[in-house]
């Protein structure tokens, strides 16, 4: 069976939906398709000669939701890819989610790659930690990567707890050489460096409790592994200077809240990290 999509709009549009013998799955595939161009009002330094003024890209997610034929089982896959006229960082794809999720009696199980937001704040999210950022994407920090997980559930009275194991690591993204912006000098991906001899499979913890107390919604969070926030080494590419990424293992606390009143809603965010 072939299925041809066209994409007229941003604009979620539903596209499909299955119903195969006597099972009633419903298989429903949305999407988005955006055009980009970017101008930048100031030449770059005489140094970045190999980057533009102006510079198009066009990018792409679409969503598979499945209801497995169940009320308590779901499986969702989520693809993105953009493609940029001259940033072959920026040119890249990504599995935003690809899990299966099941609902039991007292707790709730998710498996494969998912995204996870924690914090209140709207501009810095200091407590935020599970994913990765996409930086090519946007430099504001809202755009993640994919991350493999397990994630177990449980909703007791006295809040609900989030467990993760996250058995590989995602690198962050960085522009190339003719991106914009990025940094002088270039950070080299290639080159990353990590404290754990694991790398990429060093395998990450966290735990998560929240609770709404009337007004006031607090969590408290504990994460131990990769940090996904980079220190930069000095380096070189090519015979030229770099920025090489480098990624300590750390232990962070956190705790986010916020409290609505009538007029107001106030936001705090914290955090210890403990750079071992």
């Known amino acids: 069976m072939k299925f041809n999509f066209i994409f007229f709009k941003a604009a979620p549009i539903t596209l499909m939906c299955l119903s195969l013998m006597t099972f009633q799955v419903m298989a429903e595939w949305t999407g988005d398709i955006s055009l980009q161009n970017r101008y930048f009002i100031n030449n770059p330094l005489p140094v970045n000669n190999e980057q533009h003024n102006n510079t198009a890209s066009i990018a792409s997610k679409l969503e598979y939701y499945s209801d497995l034929n169940s009320d308590d089982k779901s499986f969702t896959f989520t693809p993105f890819i953009r493609i940029d006229q001259y940033d072959n960082e920026r040119s890249h794809s990504d599995i935003r989610e690809l899990f299966y999720e099941q609902v039991f009696d007292t707790w709730e199980l998710r498996l494969g790659v998912s995204k996870v937001y924690w914090g209140v704040t ?6 935020d930690v599970i994913n990765q950022t996409d930086n090519v994407e946007n430099i504001d920090g809202e755009d993640k990567l994919g991350q493999p997980m397990i994630k177990a559930s449980f909703e007791k009275d006295w809040g609900l707890i989030d467990i993760f194991l996250l058995p590989y690591f995602r690198e962050r993204t960085f522009q190339d050489i003719e991106g914009r912006p990025r940094f002088f000098p270039v950070v080299d991906i290639d080159q990353a460096r990590y404290e754990s001899s694991n790398k990429q499979q060093h395998i990450d913890f966290a735990l998560r409790w929240f609770q709404i107390f009337n007004d006031l919604e607090l969590g408290l969070a504990v994460f131990n592994g990769t ?20 990624y300590p293992q750390m232990t962070q606390y956190s705790i986010d809240a916020q409290l609505t009143t009538e007029e107001w809603i106030w936001k705090f965010e914290g955090i210890i990290r403990d750079w071992q």
Request: glycine residues 4%; neutral net charge; hydrophobic residues 35%.
């Open 227 to 246: 940090s996904r926030e980079p220190l930069f080494l000095l380096g070189n590419k090519n015979n030229q200077p770099a920025l090489l990424p480098y």
């Open 122 to 127: 709207e501009s810095q999210h200091l407590v």
